[in-house]
């Protein structure tokens, strides 16, 4: 046996003797298999609600394409049928890593139902959920790993010096020949070891429990999550040790590290929140909604002219109604011009989401809680870029389908059975896993440097170790 | 001797550096939130009561129109943003601020304004509320957790006790020395937020305030309680003070996320695809019972009857105006049913989180402080419910007007300004002050448990108080 196995066998004995510090490592295990499980809950919940309304819609389609083949008229009309009849569900499929952070997945849509009509109709739709849970916030893997990681990093290393000072275990050790600094690291690197095989674990066992191992790429983001966590962790500890490496008492150092928490997990996250959403608030929802209804209102009264040009062209039509078909040409001139003001409204909510994110990305360095957060929230597609892609790639999507109809409509043309059959389907492009990759590695490059800052000075520091 | 005791321990507090360092971080910080939640409010007032006034003067200024067609038009309403807001937003970033009241449907409150927020958000936003209840805690355990402890293992305990002080008297002086220094810490961050509402001038809502202010000090006061039995207990001031880390990280971070989801498993809500559906099918099928189709004949055949004419355009009223008052008739039964189908699911996850609140009183004192502020769920459920009572009156009044004043099959009626201004404007009136706290019966039964529970655990504590350190 080596020396190093020897003081790591006998450092494990002394934690085992301790009794809360086992406990606290099961339970951090515990705990992380029950979020991912209550991550994969939630997130089958959508999952299961996609699928139900695509086969819905799919069955729909069957029906109308064998009416359109008997020559039923309502199922050949395109007005009628793109404009008020048939839906497209599309679907966000769900990240590989998703159950493991919800992040903004519960908050921002991952499904939209589109029509012919305009892309605005859709895009302003939210999801149903109890407004008291998403203030609270969800109890996630990314939650055990920023917020209770820490504490339990805090409780093993906060007496990591001052306690064998306090019962004089440090002078018997240095009397019998050791050094001190050798003694301390070999008991910190024993308990920060034993941390980080707990992280490995445990992110294996969250995604076995979040159903994440047998996806694409999993390994790889596996290895990328159990990488922050472990750098989280050992910046938790390099901080231990550098506040050990003073003079200061057992409670002073817990003390102290439980501020260092406030304000890396708490404060500074909170902080830069605020920071983002002051210097780039968000365009106003209220005068989104204003503004709507006025485009709406000037979109009717052209319908309503289109209407009177109409029955000056068509007399004998006086006191009756409009045929369908010019009345659809009609609904999609409105919806045209009402989308035509209302999107660049809506993109103007993404265009300051990303200024926020940018500079979230600037000031994330301040924390290594946020960095880790954005780390494990990027590599489970929860950041909220994987949606605006979404929407995005679903936009695109939303000018083929209102083609697909318009075009029929402009041209006087009847749907076929077969142009059910050609009806456009949505396939979400995934973004490229290097691209995951390159948005992660700079804040885990700097958590790496943050760390091998930490230890540099927390060495140093102990060069002047107070053994009594 | 307790005021002996008192003296020396409201010495000793703010004598102490890092107390004194603390309290002025925290004052900070409920400066930046204070100022940052003002500036927020008072241009949310603007634009909503801006806003309100420009839906008000398109709807009476729509011109000449069927009232139908008026009914498809609607107008909003606007939640308003209530001034202790800035104070705890509560459920509110949460959920919408507006919902269009227009014809046979019952729409969603839209506009979530955290849907504007970074991923960051989930953190939790530093707001006042969120500084009392998380950073305050912890200030008041680290300046108690060391209270008994600390003494004991410095010997003094055993000398105090030796002056003749009762152990009971020596407690009392701590809890009110500490308390007493820890208000005076406060006072400033007090002061700051009863200025910020006297700038409000008359719409200042006082009396909620206050007894805001009450709870707090409440809460406060049981977690000064609860660390002075655990550091009369503990083995060490080390141990007091771990004891105390790992309870306030529990109750303030852990547990509230815990209950929040466990109530989402007990009790799901549906998806708004799912929620519409069930919706759409319960109208077409006239709520499982007589089919809307056979229900207008009946009405007609019963009309018809009644004025002895033969069909519908003898009629003295126009039959489409009927039409339209069954299918608003079925349409609200059927939003009622799946509302109150959503409300239950809701209500039930709330049941949950307020039921694992018992372990712990932050929780509680969260669901009281956002029913105080007038930001809870209930709150929010208070405006909706009005905005849909005031939809279902003017969808009433426009299809009556139909019936009334237009002709039998007139397809091109129109009415004007008159009726436009008949229907008045949705406004918005916050409940009064004592429905939210009746709705506070649980989260104050928690509290009064907890307090009644660590008197118990103190007066125990005190009687076999040890005096020497292990």
């Given at each position: 046996?080596?020396?190093?196995?020897?003081?790591?066998?006998?450092?494990?004995r002394?934690?085992r003797?301790?009794?809360?510090?086992?406990w606290?490592?099961?339970?951090?295990?515990?705990?992380?298999?029950a979020?991912?499980l209550n991550?994969?809950?939630?997130?089958?919940?959508?999952?299961?609600?996609?699928?139900?309304?695509?086969?819905?819609?799919?069955?729909?389609?069957?029906?109308?394409?064998a009416?359109?083949?008997r020559?039923?008229?309502?199922?050949?009309?395109?007005g009628?049928?793109?404009?008020?009849?048939l839906?497209?569900?599309?679907?966000?499929?769900q990240?590989?890593l998703?159950?493991?952070a919800?992040?903004?997945?519960?908050?921002?849509?991952?499904?939209?139902?589109?029509?012919?009509?305009?892309?605005?109709?859709?895009l302003?739709?939210?999801?149903?959920?109890s407004?008291?849970?998403?203030s609270?916030g969800?109890?996630?893997?990314?939650f055990?790993?920023?917020?209770?990681?820490?504490?339990l990093?805090i409780?093993?290393?906060?007496?990591?010096?001052?306690?064998?000072?306090?019962?004089?275990?440090?002078?018997?050790a240095?009397?019998?020949g050791?050094s001190?600094?050798?003694?301390?690291?070999?008991?910190?690197?024993?308990?920060?070891?034993?941390?980080?095989?707990?992280?490995?674990?445990?992110?294996?066992?969250a995604?076995?429990?979040?159903?994440?191992?047998?996806?694409?790429?999993?390994?790889?983001?596996?290895?990328?999550w159990?990488?922050?966590g472990?750098l989280?962790?050992?910046f938790?500890?390099?901080?231990?040790?550098?506040?050990?490496?003073?003079?200061?008492?057992?409670?002073?150092?817990a003390?102290?590290?439980t501020?260092?928490?406030?304000?890396?997990?708490?404060?500074?996250?909170?902080?830069?929140?605020?920071?983002a959403?002051?210097?780039?608030?968000?365009?106003?929802?209220?005068?989104l909604?204003?503004?709507?209804?006025?485009?709406?209102?000037?979109?009717?009264?052209?319908?309503?002219?289109?209407r009177?040009?109409?029955?000056?062209?068509?007399?004998?039509?006086q006191?009756?109604?409009?045929?369908?078909?010019?009345?659809f040409?009609?609904v999609?001139?409105?919806?045209?011009?009402?989308?035509?003001?209302?999107?660049?409204?809506?993109?103007?909510?993404?265009?300051?989401?990303?200024?926020?994110?940018?500079?979230?990305?600037?000031?994330q360095?301040l924390s290594?809680?946020?960095?880790?957060?954005?780390?494990l929230?990027?590599?489970?597609?929860s950041?909220?870029?994987?949606?605006?892609l979404f929407?995005?790639?679903?936009?695109?999507?939303?000018?083929?389908?209102?083609?697909?109809?318009?075009?029929?409509?402009?041209?006087?043309r009847?749907?076929?059975?077969?142009?059910y059959?050609?009806l456009p389907?949505?396939?979400?492009?995934?973004?490229?896993l290097?691209?995951?990759?390159?948005?992660?590695?700079?804040?885990?490059?700097?958590?790496?440097?943050?760390?091998?800052?930490?230890?540099?000075?927390?060495?140093r520091?102990?060069?002047?170790?107070?053994?009594? | 001797?307790?005021?002996?005791?008192?003296?020396?321990?409201?010495?000793?507090?703010?004598?102490?550096?890092?107390?004194?360092?603390?309290?002025?971080?925290?004052l900070?910080?409920?400066?930046?939130?204070?100022?940052?939640?003002?500036?927020?409010?008072?241009?949310l007032?603007?634009?909503?009561?801006?806003?309100?006034?420009?839906?008000a003067?398109?709807?009476?200024?729509?011109?000449?129109?069927?009232?139908?067609?008026?009914?498809?038009?609607?107008?909003?309403?606007f939640?308003?943003?209530l001034?202790?807001?800035?104070f705890?937003?509560?459920?509110?970033?949460?959920?919408?601020?507006?919902?269009?009241?227009?014809?046979?449907?019952?729409?969603?409150?839209?506009?979530?304004?955290?849907d504007?927020?970074?991923?960051?958000?989930?953190?939790?936003?530093?707001?006042?509320?969120?500084i009392?209840?998380?950073?305050?805690?912890?200030g008041?355990?680290?300046?108690?957790h060391?209270?008994?402890?600390?003494?004991?293992?410095?010997?003094?305990?055993?000398?105090?006790?030796?002056?003749?002080?009762?152990?009971a008297?020596l407690?009392?002086?701590?809890?009110?020395?500490?308390?007493?220094a820890?208000?005076l810490?406060?006072?400033?961050?007090?002061?700051?937020?009863?200025?910020?509402?006297?700038?409000?001038?008359?719409?200042?809502p006082?009396?909620?305030?206050?007894?805001?202010?009450?709870?707090?000090?409440?809460?406060?006061?049981?977690?000064?309680l609860?660390?002075?039995?655990?550091?009369?207990?503990?083995?060490?001031?080390?141990?007091?003070?771990?004891?105390?880390?790992a309870?306030?990280?529990?109750m303030?971070?852990?547990l509230?996320?815990?209950?929040a989801?466990?109530?989402?498993?007990v009790?799901?809500?549906?998806?708004?695809?799912?929620?519409?559906?069930?919706?759409?099918?319960?109208?077409?099928?006239?709520?499982g019972?007589?089919?809307?189709a056979?229900?207008?004949?009946?009405?007609?055949?019963?009309?018809?009857?009644?004025?002895k004419?033969?069909s519908?355009?003898?009629?003295p009223?126009?039959?489409?105006?009927?039409?339209?008052?069954?299918?608003?008739?079925?349409?609200n039964?059927?939003?009622?049913?799946?509302?109150?189908?959503?409300?239950?699911?809701?209500?039930?996850?709330?049941?949950?989180f307020?039921?694992?609140?018992?372990?712990s009183p932050r929780?509680?004192?969260?669901l009281?402080?956002?029913e105080?502020?007038?930001?809870?769920?209930?709150?929010?459920?208070?405006?909706?419910?009005?905005?849909?009572?005031?939809?279902?009156?003017?969808?009433?009044?426009?299809?009556?007007?139909?019936?009334?004043?237009?002709?039998?099959?007139?397809?091109?009626y129109?009415?004007?300004?008159?009726?436009?201004?008949?229907?008045?404007?949705?406004r918005?009136?916050?409940?009064?002050?004592?429905l939210?706290?009746a709705?506070?019966a649980?989260?104050?039964?928690?509290?009064?448990l907890w307090?009644?529970?660590?008197?118990?655990?103190?007066?125990?504590?005190?009687r076999?108080?040890?005096?020497?350190?292990?």
């Amino acid at each position: 046996m080596s020396p190093s196995w020897d003081r790591f066998a006998e450092e494990m004995r002394l934690l085992r003797r301790e009794g809360v510090a086992p406990w606290a490592l099961v339970g951090l295990l515990l705990l992380i298999a029950a979020a991912a499980l209550n991550g994969r809950a939630l997130l089958a919940a959508q999952d299961a609600a996609s699928a139900s309304l695509a086969a819905e819609a799919a069955t729909l389609v069957e029906a109308l394409a064998a009416q359109a083949a008997r020559g039923v008229p309502a199922a050949r009309d395109p007005g009628s049928v793109g404009f008020s009849v048939l839906t497209r569900p599309v679907a966000l499929p769900q990240a590989t890593l998703a159950p493991l952070a919800i992040g903004q997945g519960d908050l921002l849509p991952a499904r939209y139902e589109l029509t012919a009509r305009g892309a605005h109709q859709f895009l302003v739709r939210t999801e149903l959920d109890s407004p008291l849970r998403l203030s609270v916030g969800n109890f996630d893997v990314a939650f055990v790993i920023v917020w209770l990681l820490p504490l339990l990093a805090i409780g093993l290393s906060y007496g990591i010096v001052s306690a064998e000072r306090e019962r004089g275990v440090l002078a018997l050790a240095v009397a019998a020949g050791a050094s001190p600094v050798r003694f301390v690291l070999g008991k910190w690197g024993s308990r920060l070891l034993l941390v980080i095989a707990c992280v490995w674990l445990a992110t294996l066992l969250a995604g076995a429990a979040g159903g994440a191992l047998t996806r694409p790429g999993a390994w790889i983001l596996l290895a990328i999550w159990s990488l922050a966590g472990t750098l989280y962790a050992m910046f938790w500890f390099a901080l231990a040790l550098w506040v050990n490496a003073g003079t200061g008492g057992s409670e002073r150092n817990a003390t102290v590290l439980t501020g260092a928490w406030l304000v890396f997990v708490i404060l500074a996250p909170a902080m830069t929140n605020l920071a983002a959403t002051t210097a780039f608030a968000a365009p106003s929802r209220i005068n989104l909604t204003t503004e709507l209804r006025e485009a709406t209102e000037a979109a009717d009264r052209e319908a309503a002219a289109a209407r009177d040009r109409y029955f000056f062209d068509h007399p004998e039509m006086q006191g009756g109604e409009m045929d369908k078909r010019a009345y659809f040409a009609s609904v999609a001139r409105s919806e045209q011009r009402i989308a035509g003001e209302m999107l660049p409204m809506l993109l103007a909510f993404d265009v300051q989401a990303l200024r926020q994110q940018r500079l979230v990305s600037l000031l994330q360095y301040l924390s290594p809680g946020t960095l880790t957060y954005q780390v494990l929230t990027a590599l489970a597609g929860s950041d909220g870029a994987r949606h605006r892609l979404f929407r995005t790639q679903v936009l695109r999507f939303h000018e083929q389908w209102s083609r697909f109809f318009v075009a029929r409509l402009d041209a006087g043309r009847d749907l076929t059975a077969d142009d059910y059959a050609r009806l456009p389907t949505f396939v979400f492009t995934e973004p490229p896993l290097a691209e995951s990759l390159r948005q992660v590695a700079p804040p885990l490059l700097a958590l790496a440097l943050i760390v091998t800052a930490l230890f540099a000075g927390a060495l140093r520091r102990l060069r002047r170790l107070v053994v009594v | 001797m307790v005021l002996t005791a008192a003296r020396k321990e409201f010495r000793g507090v703010l004598r102490d550096g890092r107390v004194l360092a603390g309290a002025l971080v925290l004052l900070l910080l409920a400066a930046v939130a204070l100022a940052s939640a003002g500036a927020r409010y008072e241009s949310l007032a603007r634009e909503r009561a801006v806003a309100q006034a420009l839906i008000a003067e398109q709807w009476s200024q729509q011109g000449e129109k069927n009232p139908h067609s008026a009914a498809h038009y609607g107008v909003y309403a606007f939640r308003p943003v209530l001034p202790l807001a800035f104070f705890d937003p509560g459920v509110l970033p949460y959920a919408g601020v507006s919902i269009w009241l227009e014809a046979h449907k019952q729409n969603f409150a839209t506009g979530r304004p955290a849907d504007d927020m970074t991923p960051l958000a989930r953190f939790g936003e530093l707001s006042l509320a969120f500084i009392l209840q998380a950073f305050v805690p912890l200030g008041v355990l680290l300046m108690s957790h060391a209270a008994f402890a600390g003494e004991r293992e410095q010997g003094t305990l055993r000398q105090v006790l030796a002056s003749g002080i009762t152990p009971a008297r020596l407690f009392i002086g701590k809890f009110l020395g500490i308390g007493a220094a820890a208000l005076l810490l406060l006072a400033p961050l007090w002061a700051l937020c009863l200025l910020a509402l006297a700038l409000l001038g008359a719409q200042a809502p006082w009396a909620a305030a206050l007894s805001l202010s009450a709870v707090y000090l409440a809460y406060f006061a049981i977690l000064l309680l609860l660390a002075l039995v655990v550091s009369a207990r503990a083995s060490s001031s080390q141990a007091a003070l771990l004891t105390l880390l790992a309870f306030w990280a529990l109750m303030t971070f852990v547990l509230p996320r815990v209950a929040a989801d466990v109530g989402r498993l007990v009790a799901p809500t549906p998806t708004a695809a799912e929620f519409q559906r069930a919706v759409d099918e319960d109208i077409a099928t006239g709520m499982g019972g007589e089919p809307p189709a056979e229900r207008i004949a009946r009405r007609r055949e019963a009309l018809l009857r009644l004025y002895k004419v033969g069909s519908e355009s003898e009629l003295p009223i126009n039959f489409q105006g009927v039409v339209l008052a069954i299918q608003d008739e079925i349409g609200n039964a059927a939003y009622d049913k799946h509302f109150a189908q959503l409300h239950g699911a809701i209500n039930r996850q709330a049941d949950v989180f307020e039921a694992a609140s018992v372990l712990s009183p932050r929780m509680a004192l969260a669901l009281i402080s956002q029913e105080l502020a007038g930001t809870s769920l209930a709150h929010q459920r208070h405006f909706e419910r009005g905005a849909e009572v005031f939809r279902r009156g003017l969808m009433e009044l426009l299809n009556r007007d139909i019936m009334l004043n237009s002709r039998p099959g007139q397809t091109d009626y129109r009415a004007g300004p008159e009726l436009w201004r008949r229907t008045g404007e949705y406004r918005y009136l916050p409940e009064p002050l004592r429905l939210s706290w009746a709705r506070c019966a649980a989260p104050l039964t928690v509290l009064a448990l907890w307090t009644l529970v660590l008197l118990i655990a103190a007066t125990a504590t005190v009687r076999h108080l040890r005096v020497i350190a292990a």
